[in-house]
């Protein structure tokens, strides 16, 4: 019994270590998926350029009556403008996800916390080191 006790008690302070995340892991982590979003954003509207050039010019074969160069190239434009949207779409969670993590790292501070503490039989102030949580309403 002593040992599943010992050995619960290691998983949680284990785990507690593990899940904690400070305030450089929430920067690192949202400047990650800045950095994910501007290439999924970038990517996806040179896809679309792409794909809408491509487009003209098989439009354009479509007016001049090359009806089979254009049919071949139309189904790749759509297929690359379709692509370049869903990726600009899909961009804006990566967003919105770094700004949560950015927001959750501002509220994380570490500094030291005045104490009332009895020092050499006078109480005064101790300042204890601290990791303040700072929560908006």
Same mark, same amino acid.
């Given at each position: 019994m002593k040992k599943i006790v010992l050995l619960q008690l290691i998983i949680v302070v284990l785990s507690s270590q593990l899940f904690a995340q400070t305030k450089d892991d929430y920067l690192l982590k949202s400047n990650h998926q800045k950095t994910a979003a501007w290439v999924m954003l970038g990517g996806g509207t040179a896809l679309l350029a792409v794909g809408g050039i491509i487009g003209i010019h098989s439009f354009s074969n479509l007016l001049t009556g090359q009806f089979e160069k254009a049919g071949n190239t139309l189904g790749l434009a759509s297929i690359l403008s379709i692509t370049g949207g869903a990726?600009?779409?899909? %961009?804006?969670?990566?967003?919105? *996800?770094? %700004?949560?993590?950015?927001?959750? *790292?501002? %509220?994380?501070?570490l500094g030291s916390q005045p104490m009332p503490a009895l020092l050499k039989n006078i109480t005064g102030r101790a300042f204890i080191p601290s990791l303040n949580v700072q929560i908006s309403l």
């Open positions: 990726a600009m779409l899909g %961009s804006i969670p990566f967003f919105i *996800a770094s %700004s949560k993590n950015k927001h959750k *790292a501002v %509220s994380l501070a």
